[in-house]
């Protein structure tokens, strides 16, 4: 399976979205739509990305009774995206209700990778809040194991977690990281940081950068680097 370095293109409106992704010319990375950009444009941002040559990555965690998620994830399967995702917490049976839905008639479908627990949740927050008492590492362990054991590809974690995820569910179940950071740059809102190069010596199947691109006074070049760190490129 091919190491990317997946750009988070999170802006607002497709005018912002196309202004970035137009600085792109001999390369086009891979993209990843997450929730308001593809409620604020609907599938018709995903065409057109697509259409340009990019590969999707769409990001909308996907969590309800199996029959709903089974019934959405058929109709982004026809959206030809190359990779989605949903809440691991949504069940086993979810899960597998979710890869039956997304399996085209042909056989062929988009990867599909689970979110264990949002990092935005604590040890704290999850014992208040969600009555689960076991340490954090083992419920992010357990809900990737799940998510194997329904067939998914693999989880979307932090990149300190793609060791452990990897030695539970085998190396080719890929993990995805966001939460990564050129050497000295800004870490804005992420807490636990790694560079692309470390990224890539602990493992992840693919980065997910955003603000360290986005934002870059040259995005190209900085797209050019974090392949270069986390590919060999
Ligand atoms: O700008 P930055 O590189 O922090 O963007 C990271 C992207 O990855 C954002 O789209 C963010 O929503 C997403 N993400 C994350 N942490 C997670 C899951 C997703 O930062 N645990």
Redesign the pocket.
């Known amino acids: 399976m091919g190491k990317d370095v997946i750009v988070?293109c999170?802006f607002a409106s497709k005018e912002q979205t196309l202004a970035f992704l137009d600085k792109f010319q001999d390369v086009k990375p891979y993209v990843?739509i997450?929730m308001e950009l593809f409620y604020a444009e609907g599938p018709a941002i995903v065409n057109e990305i697509k259409a340009r040559g990019h590969k999707i990555f769409l990001?909308l965690k996907l969590h309800d009774i199996p029959n709903t998620v089974k019934k959405a994830m058929s109709v982004l399967s026809h959206l030809n995206v190359d990779m989605c995702n949903l809440h691991a917490g949504g069940t086993i049976n979810m899960m597998k209700a979710a890869l039956e839905g997304l399996t085209r008639e042909d056989g062929t479908r988009p990867l599909l990778i689970a979110?264990t627990q949002?990092?935005?949740t604590d040890q704290e927050s999850m014992e208040r809040d969600l009555l689960i008492r076991e340490p954090i590492d083992k419920v992010v362990e357990h809900y990737a194991l799940n998510a194997k054991r329904a067939g998914l590809d693999g989880v979307?974690?932090?990149p300190l977690e793609s060791k452990k995820v990897h030695s539970a569910c085998g190396n080719d179940f890929l993990t995805v990281t966001?939460?990564?950071?050129f050497a000295g740059g800004e870490k804005?809102?992420?807490k636990r940081v790694m560079t692309p190069s470390e990224a890539r010596e602990i493992g992840s199947d693919y980065i997910?950068?955003?603000?360290?691109?986005?934002?870059a006074e040259d995005p190209v070049s900085a797209y050019k680097e974090a392949v270069r760190q986390f590919v060999g490129e």
């Open positions: 988070a999170d990843k997450g990001d979110v949002l990092t935005s979307v974690c932090s966001p939460g990564v950071r804005g809102d992420q997910v950068m955003g603000r360290p691109i986005t934002a």
